[in-house]
């Protein structure tokens, strides 16, 4: 018996359609709403499913995680994003030899990480 993936995310919501809409429109991700039956077929690659402190900076103590989205060209989907108002973190030390990494938050405030892998990264099988 194996884990073979994480098979989905629901996140509690004030608004679940707009909230869907952000992900989608923002970020192109088919996500559905409450009652959907919505389907993301993601690209192979890595996953890092890790607990850490309590006491971490990396995201606000008041949220139970930060999601890491995996993304192609990074720059182009920042664009988009401050395009339609949204703050997009960035900080010279998130430029690393695991790739380029910029934080943000979706529309009720869940930390949102983005990261681009290396050129020279392959999906892992």
């Given at each position: 018996?194996?884990?073979?993936?994480?098979g989905g995310l629901l996140l509690r919501s004030r608004d679940?359609?707009?909230?869907?809409?952000w992900y989608r429109d923002l970020l192109g991700i088919p996500v559905?709403?409450?009652?959907?039956?919505a389907v993301w077929m993601?690209?192979?690659?890595p996953t890092v499913f890790a607990p850490v402190s309590t006491a971490t900076a990396d995201f606000a103590s008041d949220q139970p995680f930060l999601l890491n989205l995996r993304v192609t060209d990074l720059d182009a989907i920042v664009r988009r994003l401050e395009d339609a108002?949204?703050?997009?973190?960035?900080?010279d030390?998130?430029?690393t030899d695991y790739g380029r990494?910029?934080?943000?938050?979706d529309?009720?405030?869940l930390p949102i990480e983005l990261w681009e892998l290396p050129p020279d990264s392959s999906p892992q099988d």
């Open positions: 018996m194996t884990v073979l993936g994480i679940p359609e707009a909230r869907a809409a559905g709403a409450e009652g959907s039956d993601q690209d192979a690659g108002g949204v703050v997009v973190e960035r900080r030390e998130w430029e990494f910029v934080r943000l938050h529309p009720e405030g």
